[in-house]
């Protein structure tokens, strides 16, 4: 096949440059409505093809839509998320989750989706805002969403345990030192099977509880009683009878008895006949 050599080609109105020697270049292809794929030649440059720049391009960087629809080369531009702009940063990535610093817990999350509330949370009794806490998303309700929201951590959490280990800190959890031991232990309620306490402070215990496990714990014996009586501990100690080993009362006329409880028979003298 013959090869043919043109002066001018003129595509469309208006014209456009064309360069004809070795090669031809195209300055713009417009393709009707529905667009198509066109190939010019063996390679388009993205330049000339409306809606999207290339300038200045890198190897790894890639192209995004400007606030105009135009593809651009992401190393011109800057990071825009949730109408916040990140500078570009070639040197790590970045990894984004959802966050709040007005909302508490997440009203919904997507299976595996993590999010972040930085809302201050100043409780330390339980419950909250909901601030201050990393949640993650569990499981699918089948639409997508996920079926509960785990609580997996936060600062919350880390700042109950920003203390010396062995120093029972105010509104923080306990965490004993290297020996296992904690300097002081404050408790309202009481109730244990066993127990080894060196210095333990109580502040109020329930009375009848306490004698209702000491009547348990505590067996009588031998000419002793041990009873309740009036909300206390009753030890009594058992009079003796003919039967029953137990305290006995002395005659005084009969017997001396000292305050060390040294007993003495005292002897009775009747007299001469």
């Known amino acids: 096949m013959a090869n043919y050599r043109v002066d001018k080609i003129t595509v469309g109105s208006p014209d456009y440059k064309v360069i004809v020697g070795d090669y031809t270049k195209v300055l713009k292809v417009v393709v009707g409505v529905p667009a198509s794929n066109v190939l010019v ?3 388009v440059l993205l330049n000339d093809v409306v809606g999207i720049t290339t300038d200045n391009i890198q190897e790894g960087d890639i192209l995004v839509a400007d606030e105009n629809g135009i593809l651009v080369n992401r190393a011109s531009q800057v990071d825009k998320i949730d109408g916040k ?14 966050r709040s610093p007005t909302d508490g817990t997440p009203t919904s999350l997507k299976s595996g989706e993590l999010a972040y509330s930085y809302l201050p949370d100043p409780s330390y009794g339980g419950g909250g805002n909901g601030g201050d806490r990393l949640y993650f998303g569990v499981g699918s309700d089948g639409s997508l969403d996920a079926e509960r929201i785990d609580i997996i951590g936060g600062k919350y959490f880390t700042d109950l345990l920003g203390h010396t280990h062995g120093i029972n800190t105010p509104n923080t959890a306990a965490i004993v030192d290297s020996a296992k031991r904690i300097n002081e232990w404050f408790v309202n309620a009481l109730q244990a099977d066993s127990a080894s306490i060196t210095n333990l402070s109580v502040s109020s215990i329930n009375a009848a509880d306490l004698i209702a496990n000491l009547l348990d714990a505590i067996s009588e014996g031998e000419g002793i009683d041990i009873r309740e009586s009036d909300g206390k501990l009753v030890i009594a100690a058992e009079f003796a009878t003919a039967t029953n080993a137990g305290i006995v ?12 409880g040294q007993t003495e028979i005292t002897t009775l003298d009747g007299g001469t006949f």
């Open 41 to 43: 030649s063996n390679s």
């Open 85 to 98: 702009v990140y500078e570009r940063d070639v040197e790590r990535g970045k990894i984004l989750i959802r």
């Open 249 to 260: 009362s002395l005659d005084s006329t009969q017997f001396n008895v000292s305050g060390t």
